[in-house]
């Protein structure tokens, strides 16, 4: 299992990025693809999940302004943040578990300036 992050980016406040985490097979069988960020100095940090059974989950300092989503045909679990801030900058990783094991997504930088 591979996966693969992309769509990261510069944007200055109040602008929005879609983050795409593209999973080697079919993702029918995962239990739950989480999207993770880190700045340095901090502890990296669960912004948001998706189960098998399309229930999510977000950090309080996201809910509202972004959403994951999957799509099973492209094998790629999504990231859409809106209204973005200094806050959220950070290197955003896609996190993969499934019954046989739990599988990393390089990072990508998202960088919010004002």
């Known amino acids: 299992v591979q996966l693969q992050a992309s769509g990261g980016g510069s944007v200055q406040v109040g602008g929005s990025l879609r983050l795409s985490c593209g999973i080697s097979?079919?993702?029918?069988?995962?239990?739950?693809v989480g999207w993770y960020r880190q700045t340095p100095g901090k502890q990296r940090e669960l912004v948001a999940a998706i189960t098998s059974d399309d229930s999510t989950n977000y950090a309080d300092s996201v809910k509202g302004r972004f959403t994951i989503s999957r799509d099973n045909a492209k094998n790629t679990v999504y990231l859409q943040m809106n209204s973005l801030k200094p806050e959220d900058t950070a290197v955003y990783s896609c996190?993969?578990?499934?019954?046989?094991?739990?599988?990393w997504g390089q990072g990508t930088q998202v960088t919010v300036s004002s």
């Open positions: 996190n993969a578990v499934f019954n046989f094991g739990r599988y």
């Open positions: 097979g079919s993702i029918f069988s995962f239990n739950a």
